[in-house]
């Protein structure tokens, strides 16, 4: 059982594609989605895989973070270096669970195109009270009165007093010194002041038709190099969350599970929550086609406040 919890937002700077495997319907290939709300995600397995990899990557220089990698994501014996086996040398002490675990990354704002300001940050009261939830459980917890229909009073993206445009709609919103209060709280978890000029906070409705048909549907070939044209059956199409769309999950921490933590003074949940944070990347790759540049994002714990 977890005993710590910090949240975790992912920050996408280029598009990624987290897929569900092939599919018979438009998208050949789509992304993770929630099945109730059908809202983007990302599994809890595919995050910790990305996470562990990019840990196990600076273990490669420091064999102190490469044991308390294993320690925290779990013992993996196909791929375990020399350093490793020797950490472990008993068949009992592989038997263990990882110290760390990761909750589903869930949508927590979406870019869509503006009329002004050339795009906008949407979200909804399903998903930020979804949010207030989660953070409760964290330990930087907030609380927020959500209203649908609001936006910040001091938005760049007004074309009039009663309503915005955002992709080809035209939105009737009213300002609220609500949303600004989780505008600017928004701004400095992420350490993003454009957050504070650029929230709208749709309805459930509308705010699920935008991550429904809003995200980027891409097209690809593979080239016959013989005949210099589409090789057959390598026309496909990918979906992919576009850049700017943020996403959060929970890291939970326990206490370490193995005898070596007693050789590594590695074994409170406290120290493998600080691992965790002093250790994670600014910037990682998730999900596929990592060699053309998709999938990179930035991470920023949360409670951090751009520190």
């Known amino acids: ?32 989605r929630e099945g109730h709300t059908n809202f983007p995600k990302i599994e809890g397995s595919s995050l910790k895989g990305s996470l562990r990899e990019a840990f196990e990557l600076k273990g ?35 038997e263990f669970a990882g110290a760390l675990g990761f909750s589903d990354a869930r949508i927590l704002l979406f870019p869509v195109k503006s009329a002004k300001g050339i795009f906008a940050w949407v979200t909804c009261p399903m998903v930020l009270n979804k949010f207030v939830k989660d953070l409760k459980i964290s330990d930087n917890e907030q609380d927020f009165k959500i209203k649908e229909n609001t936006i ?7 074309i009039d007093n009663n309503s915005v445009i955002v992709e080809e709609y035209q939105i009737s919103i009213k300002k609220d010194n609500n949303t600004q209060a989780i505008a600017e709280f928004l701004a400095t978890e992420l350490n993003n002041e454009e957050i504070k000029e650029k929230l709208i906070i749709l309805s459930n409705d509308d705010f699920k038709d935008f991550v429904t048909l809003s995200t980027e549907v891409i097209t690809r070939t593979k080239i016959d190099n013989k005949t210099g044209v589409v090789a057959t059956g390598a026309l496909f199409t990918e979906e992919y969350l576009p850049c700017e769309t943020v996403m959060y999950s929970l890291a939970l921490a326990s206490h370490t599970m193995t005898k070596v933590t007693q050789i590594q ?15 994670v990347p600014k910037t990682l790759q998730i999900g596929g086609n990592a060699t053309i540049g998709k999938g990179i994002v930035s991470i920023v714990i949360g409670g951090s406040h751009g520190n």
């Not at 910040?152 to 007004?158: E, M, P, R, V, Y």
């Open 265 to 279: 003074n590695f074994n409170t949940d406290d120290e493998v929550m600080d691992f965790f944070t002093s250790t």
């Open 152 to 158: 910040t009073n001091d938005s760049k993206i007004n």
């Open 1 to 32: 059982m977890f005993k710590k919890a910090k949240v975790m937002y992912i920050h996408t700077i280029s598009p990624m594609h987290v897929g569900s495997g092939s599919d018979l319907g438009i998208v050949d290939m789509p992304i993770q």
């Open 60 to 94: 490669r220089t420091d064999v102190d973070v490469l044991i308390k990698t294993y320690m925290s994501f779990g013992y993996d014996e196909s791929n375990a270096p020399s350093a490793i086996e020797q950490a472990f040398p008993e068949k009992s002490d592989k």
